[in-house]
């Protein structure tokens, strides 16, 4: 009796733990297909914030571009003036013509030009 109840209770824990299994999986799976449901919902956020981020990507590229072209010593005006030798672009005409050596490369300058840029 005490063995049969007892292999009894065995099958019956066996069965319980595979019937919560399966009814975990069940519902597991039951919530992925909502989630799934869900998704294409999710999906089209998803597109939008990459949307955003690719415009904040942009705008923050374009401020860094300004930023370059703005006037290095000054930090207001645009650039203007490319100081020679040594190329750089990197004050405005009003500092240009004030700066001895250039404050990128230190090298002297010996000429300036205007430059336009588009
Ligand atoms: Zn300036
Ligand atoms: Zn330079």
Excluded: W
């Amino acid at each position: 009796m005490t063995k049969i109840s007892a292999d009894a209770l065995v099958e019956k824990i066996i069965e319980l733990d595979s019937d919560d299994s399966s009814d975990a999986t069940a519902t597991n799976s039951a919530q992925r297909d909502s989630l799934q449901t869900d998704g294409p919902e999710g999906a089209s956020n998803y597109d939008l914030d990459a949307d955003i981020q690719r415009a904040q990507g942009i705008i923050s590229e374009n401020e860094r571009l300004k930023a370059r072209q703005k006037c290095k010593i000054c930090k207001q005006a645009q650039v203007g003036m490319i100081f020679l030798p040594c190329g750089h672009i990197l004050a405005c005409t009003q500092c240009g013509p004030k700066t001895r050596n250039c404050t990128h490369c230190g090298e002297f300058i010996r000429a300036t030009a205007n430059v336009y840029l588009s």
